[in-house]
Each structure stands twice: as C-alpha cells, then as structure tokens.
C-alpha cells in the first residue's frame, strides 16, 4: 500500500503510536488534529473544516500564513541557495538581518549571534555572559538569579533559570545548575514598583552578586510561567540594581519580541537596554525556526581580549539564508504596517470580548496586554475535553494549566477576534 491510498485515519494512528509531540507522550489518548492547508488566520484540517487560529502559532505567526510576500522572499531565496555553513562564510541576508536588528534594538546592543531556536538563544545569552566574566577576572561569576513564575526553554542552560514549580522542568532538578530565584513581580503592569516589590532581588544580588553573572528575565510579560502582566517600573528596577552590583542584564524577548506588548520590543515599556537581547519566535514571522542573542561591543570585546579569544558556540545552521530571508520580509511587513494601532485595536476587542468571563465563578482573573488575552482559572482545564471543544466551536486555542489565552495574527478582522472571544467565553462558563 502507498502513502497516497492511506487514509486519515491511519497517519492519525501512526502519529499516535510513533511522534512526540510538545508535552505529551507516546500512543496517549489525546485529539490531535490533521491540518491539511493554512491562509490569513485560518488553518484547514485535513476533514474540511477551518479553524480560527488564536495562537499565532504559539506567538510566532504574526502574519498570518501562507503570506505572498513571505512566500516570494523564500522563493527568491531558494533560488540562491537555502544553506551554506556560516563558519567561515557569510552572505547578504545575514549581514542585512543583522544591520536591521542592530538598527531596531536599544542602541547598547551592537553584535549579532543567530541561533536555531528560542532555547538556544537563551543557552549564547547565558555562555556570553560567564565568558565576559571570565575574561574581566572573575570566573567565579558562573551563577544566574532570575525571577519565579520565569520561563526561559527547554535546554538544560534554560531549564536552570525556569521557575523550578511553574517552569515545567522538576524532574530534572538534580541535573541542572542551582540557580537564584527572586520573587516573581506582583505589581501589575502600568503601576509603579515600590521598594517592597524589589526587596527580594536587592536581598540575592547584594549578597550573592560575587557568583552570578547575569539577572535574566522576560520584561513585563512572564510567558508560560503564568503570563503574568508585570509593572515596567520593576523592568527599571532591576536595570538600575544590575548595574549596582555589576550584574549583566539579559532580556529573554523571544515571545514579546516583534510588537506583541505594543511596543515592538517589551524592555521599550520601562525605557531600559539590556546588555543582552534574546529574540525568536516571530522573528521570522513563523516561517522558520531561528533565532538571535544580542549584546554589546563591550561584551563582544573583552570576550575576545582573553582565552580562548573566541566565544564559544557555532550552531550547524547559524545564519540559515532562508531563515535570514523569511526574518528580514517579516519585519519589513510589520515595520509597513500601521501595526501600533492594530495591537491598540486588537487589545481593545480582547478585552471587550473576554470581559464577561469576569463574571463567571471559575475565573481568577481577565487581562490583556497589548495583543495578548488571558483568562485565569481556578482549575486547570482538562486538555482531552476542552481542547474538542473549542475545534468544535471552529477556533483553534491552545489552554494550559490554569489558563485559557489568546496571541491571534496581527492581520486578524474584528470579526473573526470577536468569534475567537465568544469561543472562549462560551466554553469557559460551561466548566
């Protein structure tokens, strides 16, 4: 039998019984479901039915799919080549991608490392850091403080700087680095941080700061640690704390990178450069897997004026053409667009939307920020059921834990984010 006489049914099982999928197990009893095609927001699975994205692909799609301009960037691409090894090479999309990024970002960060993914990014933010350290003669800098309800990857360097409960990652914490943990950030976003809320990171970096080498947060939005909405004054706080105790700052802003927050880079919300940048996700628009670490020429350079005079990582495909190619059509679609006022428009219909579930007993809380809607539980939803419902209600949102949360498309209609808010509103208050 070929492949093309295989029914549905058959690759379903197969999947099942033979493909990991993100946080799952093997042959477990949970819908996956076919998508056979992808256009604008809508994804198409493969029995007919079309589906509302809400997730963005979880934060990266930010254009929809399937875009025109997106396609004929990889087409032209592909033409040229789709990859040749970075060591030793180099070519026009990666200096081009690098000059804008450099262009886009705080000024302080002036150097470029791309990465294959998220993770990895934040694994170069973590390897820079204590190599710095080392050559400015402290190699004892070797530790990292971050905050709770903090998530940073899936590596063992990002797993170390997860929050050990929220952050997924208990089982392996007696195989990943003892890290230092400071009370995640209560004062909500748009309020001022006062001396109690940043008590507990003055309290670690005063009297641990000899051994750590770098704080690492996610600035004002903690992603799937809890996506929590925090105050941009702490984002200050803690610039002005690193800089004190000659600690490096490094901004994981790989899901609120690229306009998500309102502001096409979070750390704009508290007017704050980090010494170190992480961005991924919507950096290529979800096109492809890429990412990329920023720091400054201060870092670049005393790394280099010590052993081994060179930083110490070289991914296989560092720089891929047509990531570079997808990444530099992407930002030149978002930086076209009157993108601002449709992350304004976008918040206001989210929090309209959801705005009932506020008077429902099973929800904590209701916020949104910028182009991200969450809806708190009291209990965690149950995936098998929920996760059905909402394909049935012809949306596609992907709960977690205690949160049912929405990051559509920027290029999302008021409509289909008013069927994407009803979807949620309708299937939370029946839990």
Not at 34 to 41: E, L, P
Request: aromatic share 10%; glycine share 8%; with cysteine.
């Amino acid at each position: 039998m070929n492949s093309s006489s295989r029914d549905l049914q058959y690759w379903l099982q197969y999947d099942r019984q033979h493909i990991w999928h993100p946080y799952s197990a093997i042959g477990v009893d949970l819908p996956v479901f076919f998508i056979q095609s992808a256009s604008g927001v809508r994804l198409k699975l493969a029995d007919g039915r079309e589906l509302i994205d809400g997730m963005s692909s979880w934060w990266s799609a930010i254009h929809g799919y399937n875009h025109p301009v997106m396609n004929s960037a990889l087409q032209n691409q592909m033409q040229k080549m789709a990859h040749v090894m970075f060591g030793g090479l180099s070519h026009q999309p990666a200096v081009e991608l690098a000059s804008r990024l450099i262009e886009l970002t705080p000024d302080s960060l002036e150097t470029v490392f791309f990465a294959d993914s998220g993770s990895v990014a934040v694994e170069v933010a973590m390897k820079m850091a204590i190599q710095y350290w080392h050559a400015s003669g402290k190699p004892g800098k070797q530790r990292f403080v971050t905050l709770r309800n903090g998530y940073h990857g899936d590596t063992f360097g990002a797993m170390s700087v997860c929050d050990p409960v929220t952050g997924m990652h208990t089982l392996f914490e007696q195989a990943i680095n003892k890290q230092y943990f400071a009370d995640a950030p209560t004062v909500p976003f748009g309020e001022q941080c006062h001396e109690s809320d940043i008590a507990s990171l003055r309290t670690i970096l005063k009297n641990h700061h000899s051994n750590i080498a770098a704080l690492i947060l996610e600035p004002v939005v903690q992603g799937a640690g809890g996506m929590r909405f925090y105050s941009a004054d702490y984002l200050k706080q803690a610039r002005l704390l690193c800089d004190e105790y000659q600690v490096l700052l490094i901004a994981d802003e790989i899901a609120t990178g690229f306009g998500r927050t309102g502001r096409l880079f979070a750390c704009e919300h508290a007017e704050i450069s980090p010494d170190i940048l992480c961005l991924g996700k919507a950096l290529t628009g979800g096109y492809l897997t890429m990412a990329a670490t920023l720091s400054s020429f201060e870092i670049a350079e005393k790394i280099q004026s010590s052993s081994p005079g060179v930083f110490m990582h070289g991914p296989t495909f560092m720089a891929n053409p047509l990531a570079c190619a997808a990444a530099l059509a992407s930002i030149q679609l978002l930086l076209d667009s009157s993108w601002t006022e449709r992350i304004t428009q976008i918040a206001d219909r989210l929090e309209q939307g959801l705005a009932p579930c506020r008077n429902y007993e099973q929800v904590v809380d209701v916020r949104v920020l910028g182009a991200i809607g969450v809806v708190e539980l009291k209990q965690a939803v149950d995936m098998k059921s929920i996760q059905s419902a909402f394909v049935n209600h012809g949306v596609w949102v992907r709960p977690f834990g205690k949160l049912v949360y929405l990051m559509p498309p920027y290029i999302i209609n008021d409509d289909d984010l008013a069927a994407l808010t009803s979807a949620v509103c309708s299937i939370v208050g029946d839990l």
